[in-house]
């Protein structure tokens, strides 16, 4: 066995602290060490976006992360994005009220994905949400209703 | 059959599935974890065929970790993976696979040895340091090579397989005009986001084996474990969580299942596995790998006389748990939704070294439809009639409902169609699309240079195939309704439509019912998902049994209200007063809470007969000429299902099974090298669908003929959306090249486009 590193990181505006392998990735620390099992895995190469997470603000593939290369870093996952227990994010209302997933598997990428799109573009056009969400893939829904879901959500935000 | 209120029927209702899931709250396989777990790590073979000289597995041994390594010789008692007991054929059994490779590997990606590992990482560390000693073998890759050796003295053509009706032979000497088409679909797969997993756990005390992670079919893959295993049924338990995506690939009883198990038992610790995906584009099933040599004999009018095709199925490695069900449902669906008089189908069913093949999404109907309605389009040009018209007059009519065909062959089953009217779907379609202006801006585009075309793929769908399911329905002290079914949700949307239907029966809010699945404790029977089933079968039985309990609550408020109980109701979980919102009333929880048994029933719905929904995909796309990509501009779909249960789930699966045609019309193929080696073993080598690239696909849903095999009228939908894809987009490129029969392979990647435009 390799020398354990200690790494803390802040996720959701908790913050951790946790021991992990060196050639062990973000996803399986969140996943395996905090107990967030909101991520999922659904490459491991950086190809279906599953694994999305906001990393000091930026999107990436949380399988591509090391996790010792979070060290110190803000970290944003599915399990932060309902603002309150009892009350979803718009976007999260309307995946729901439009039947934007199915299996569910990709949907927590794509909610944060989307969400980030949202925070940078407040009014995306059809073409730069495709674009946007271009690196999530979904085998369920065909996609049309995640791009529905998308855009009734930017709307309801826009008007606040 | 009696109608019955749907009122609540074809409604939009939000889906009782989503609150966990859109919080991040699924509990998926890899989320599923039992204290001191093991982690199973699988040797797969890199060799397409070979026979094993050794086995080195000192060095991986070890690594500090490894709890203990496994190959074929510490299992050989176990049988191989056993074909489902509906599914047997004695002629196939020895090509079923085992469990772990024993003196040859089949296909790269086989399992060799399986480890066992205090960490998943150490296990797959010490995967690498495992070293198969082979002599190669010769390696077939296609089902067109001359068939090899199986085993020693076994021909890897398992069989030939026939389906024929009529005089053959004379429709083809009576024929005006025959054409011969050589065709080729690719091979595809389902490719769930979710990547299989299993966990095996085994009870000690209660001597009780479960695996979880289980999908698609947990009663019938319990029933091949009791066969395999030889356990009681009450000691082996199947349990089904969050399910990722299935298309017919997952579920299935594969190696890794019983690994875990028999590990989890002989090791005294429970086993988890989950697959990378890597693994899963070597291992999970693959289909839709066929060759056709088909031809078509007509009048001088274009009526069909008769259809002869023979055909090579690929179908990998070993047969699997399907036996030769693709090859056969190819067969019976080959003639679609038109007349043919005559009809002979032989199969050449041939092992090769490729991943093992087995049911995709419309196993069996998205290859014969592209293969039927090639033909079609290819007869329109020839004969010089319009390609809607050609095929308008060789629809079924509804006159001729129900529509059998029945096969010469002992042992090969009839096909009766139940009812369906194919000329007004395609009437109700052309009008929808305005399809002669949609024709007609295209012929312009086309003129002013574009390469722009529309296609059709017309096809009938078989769906809720018996014999049968039941369900528990029971309300509890709260008002609280409970559904306990055998089924089984991959993502679909199950429990809201088994909600929906029992809301609508029942008379109470769904919002208030809670489905259960997938557990083989709770329930001794149930179909599971598979094969458009879950609706029509599960769904039925859902509503006789709300039925029933809806009379039972009906005549105990009766009583209690002293009323007759022809003149009372049930409206949002209360008794009333017909029509009347005042006056005397109870609450079925009040019933429950009164009633000395509470208020639950159990009952079935058994059927011999399928039911046959139909349906029309229009495709329209541009090439690029330069670079041969394919765009598809628009895609429509027009499907009759008999009764909707809800219209936003249906159209998910009408959508979502669309652009996973177009993934396999376009741009998606495993593909391998001549020495059997996969090509496409990540998402960048084998290509579904992104959002960038897929259109908003349009669907006109029908409820014209319900079936008559069940109350409601249910016939399925899961498969309704893929079906006519890879026809429907052949036919569009066609035109937009200007070269008919241009198209006569899927995918047609951009490099096979460009060969095309090359060579005309």
Not at chain 1, 112 to 117: D, E, Q, R, V
Not at chain 2, 479 to 487: R, Y
Not at chain 2, 555 to 561: C, F, G, K, P, Y
Not at chain 2, 599 to 609: I, N, P, V, Y
Request: aromatic content about 6%; charged content about 25%; proline content about 4%.
């Amino acid at each position: 066995m390799t020398k354990r590193s200690h790494i803390s990181l802040s996720v959701n505006g908790d913050e951790y602290e946790t021991l992990c392998e060196p050639d062990q990735s973000l996803v399986d620390v969140l996943r395996n060490e905090l107990e967030l099992t909101g991520t999922k895995e659904g490459c491991s190469t950086g190809d279906c976006g599953a694994c999305s997470i906001r990393l000091d603000g930026d999107l990436v593939c949380s399988c591509l992360v090391l996790a010792v290369e979070a060290e110190g870093k803000e970290i944003e996952t599915i399990e932060g994005m309902a603002p309150k227990s009892d009350e979803l994010h718009p976007l999260q209302r309307h995946f729901l009220e439009i039947n934007g997933l199915q299996c569910g598997i990709c949907t927590p990428g794509i909610l944060i994905a989307a969400k980030a799109l949202l925070e940078k573009n407040s009014d995306p056009t059809e073409t730069e949400i495709r674009f946007w969400l271009a690196g999530n893939l979904c085998r369920c829904t065909g996609y049309d209703k995640i791009i529905r879901s998308v855009q009734a959500a930017a709307e309801e935000m826009r008007k606040g | 059959m009696a109608t019955q209120k749907k009122d609540l029927l074809g409604q939009r209702l939000t889906r009782l599935e989503d609150p966990p899931l859109i919080l991040g709250q699924g509990n998926y396989a890899a989320d599923i974890n039992f204290p001191n777990q093991l982690h199973m790590r699988i040797v797969r073979s890199p060799y397409a065929h070979a026979k094993i000289t050794s086995i080195d597995t000192a060095e991986a041994a070890a690594i500090s970790g490894i709890v203990k390594i496994w190959t074929s010789h510490d299992i050989a008692d176990l049988p191989p993976i056993d074909f489902r007991a509906d599914k047997s054929s004695e002629e196939l059994k020895p090509f079923r696979q085992n469990v772990l490779a024993t003196d040859r590997v089949r296909y790269v990606g086989d399992p060799v040895v399986a480890i066992f590992a205090e960490d998943p990482y150490v296990a797959e560390d010490a995967a690498d340091l495992v070293v198969i000693n082979v002599e190669q073998l010769r390696v077939i890759t296609s089902a067109d090579d001359e068939p090899g050796e199986f085993d020693v003295g076994l021909s890897s053509e398992a069989g030939l397989l026939t389906h024929t009706y009529g005089d053959v032979d004379a429709a083809f000497a009576a024929a005006d005009t025959v054409i011969e088409l050589d065709l080729r679909t690719g091979r595809h797969s389902g490719v769930p986001m979710e990547t299989r997993g299993a966990i095996g756990v085994y009870d000690a005390d209660e001597d009780i084996l479960k695996l979880y992670g289980a999908a698609k079919v947990p009663h019938r893959n319990r029933d091949t474990l009791v066969r395999m295993l030889g356990r009681d049924e009450d000691k082996i338990e199947l349990h089904e969580g969050h399910t990722g995506g299935g298309f017919g690939i997952r579920g299935e009883l594969y190696p890794e299942d019983v690994l875990v198990l028999v590990a989890a038992m002989r090791l005294g610790r429970s086993v988890k596995w989950i697959e990378d995906r890597q693994e899963h584009m070597m291992a999970a099933n693959q289909g839709r790998n066929q060759h056709h040599l088909v031809k078509i004999a007509v009048d001088k009018d274009g009526m069909i006389l008769g259809m002869e095709d023979e055909f090579f199925h690929d179908q990998g490695g070993y047969v699997r748990t399907h036996g030769a069900n693709v090859p056969n449902r190819t067969m019976c669906m080959l003639t679609g939704a038109y007349n043919v008089p005559a009809y002979r189908a032989l199969c050449h069913f041939r092992l090769t070294n490729k991943t093992p093949a087995a049911t995709y999404r419309a196993p069996g109907r998205f290859e014969s439809t592209f293969v039927r309605e090639r033909l079609m389009d290819a007869l329109a040009v020839k004969l010089g009639i319009d390609r809607i018209e050609l095929r308008r007059r060789n629809l079924i009519t509804s006159d001729q409902m129900p529509f059998s065909l029945n096969f010469d062959e002992p042992g090969v089953e009839d096909m009766e169609i139940d009812n369906g009217d194919y000329p007004q779907l395609l009437d109700k379609a052309l009008n929808w699309l305005k399809w002669d202006e949609m024709e007609a801006d295209l012929e312009r585009r086309r003129a002013a240079g574009e390469m722009v075309g529309s296609g059709i793929g017309v096809f009938v769908e078989e769906s809720g195939k018996g014999p049968s399911d039941g369900a528990r329905i029971s309300v509890d002290e709260n008002g609280d309704i409970e559904i306990l079914t055998g089924g089984a949700s991959l993502g679909q949307g199950f429990e809201t439509t088994m909600a929906q239907i029992c809301a609508n029966a029942l008379g109470v809010d769904y919002q208030r019912i809670t489905v259960i699945h997938g557990q083989t404790n709770l329930i001794p029977y149930g179909i599971g998902a598979h094969a458009a089933r879950a609706t029509v079968m599960t769904g039925s039985a859902v509503n006789v049994t709300a039925l029933t309990l809806r009379t039972k609550a009906l005549d105990l408020a009766a009583e209690m209200l002293q009323l007759p109980a022809d003149s009372l109701d049930i409206v949002d979980g209360t008794v009333i007063v017909t029509d009347k919102s005042s006056g005397p009333s109870i609450t079925l929880a009040e019933i429950a809470r009164r009633n000395e048994e509470g208020l639950a029933a159990e009952d079935f719905h058994k059927t011999k007969e399928s039911a046959f929904p139909y349906g029309i995909h229009f495709a329209v796309v541009k090439v690029d000429p330069e670079t041969g990509s394919i765009d598809v501009e628009r895609f429509m779909v027009a499907y009759d299902v008999g009764c909707m249960v809800n219209e936003m789930l249906l159209e998910g699966q009408l959508v979502g099974g669309c652009i996973q045609g177009i993934g396999g019309a376009l741009y998606e193929e495993f593909v391998y090298s001549d020495e059997g080696e996969p090509m496409a073993v990540t998402f960048a080598d084998y290509m579904i669908p992104t959002l960038d690239r897929v259109p908003t696909v349009e669907c006109m849903i029908t409820e014209d003929a319900p079936s008559p095999h069940n109350l409601l009228g249910l016939k399925g939908g899961g498969e309704g959306g893929i079906n006519g894809v890879g026809a429907a987009i052949a036919g569009a490129i066609d035109q937009a090249v200007g070269i008919p029969g241009a198209i006569t392979q899927l995918p047609v990647t951009p490099q096979r486009m460009k060969e095309i435009l090359n060579n005309s």
